[in-house]
């Protein structure tokens, strides 16, 4: 049975730093979304191993990074300059296959881990 495992979140001032990890396993399309509270269920970012490309939301390029480690086998989501509109609880997700699909489109994800609450004070 596939089970993905986040870690790393916790309260932060606005314009710190966090870094979640998702021990996941290797999978071909991995992810980070967020859901607010009332608030649809965003993606954060993407990898396509298959590309070797990476995605980031608008909301979040050049402040947050997607990783993997070398074997593959764990998910980073690096976190800089965070806001406090960044609070939410963060998933990571992972599919075998996106059928052509948007990376951004949680219903695509197969596999998902059960969140981590990240915060952000102003």
């Known amino acids: 049975q596939v089970r993905l495992v986040e870690s790393g979140g916790g309260s932060v001032q606005a314009g710190g730093a966090l870094r979640l990890s998702c021990a996941a396993g290797?999978?071909?399309?991995m992810a980070w979304f967020r859901q607010a509270p009332g608030k649809e269920r965003e993606g954060v970012a993407g990898?396509?191993?298959?590309?070797?490309?990476?995605y980031y939301a608008d909301s979040v390029k050049g402040r947050f990074t997607i990783s993997q480690a070398n074997a593959k086998n764990t998910l980073y989501l690096q976190m800089n300059s965070l806001k406090p509109e960044d609070t939410s609880i963060y998933y990571c997700a992972a599919a075998t296959w996106l059928y052509g699909g948007n990376w951004a489109r949680a219903d695509l994800y197969t596999y998902w881990g059960q969140g981590t609450q990240v915060t952000v004070s102003s």
């Open positions: 290797e999978f071909t399309y």
């Open positions: 990898i396509d191993n298959a590309a070797g490309r990476t």
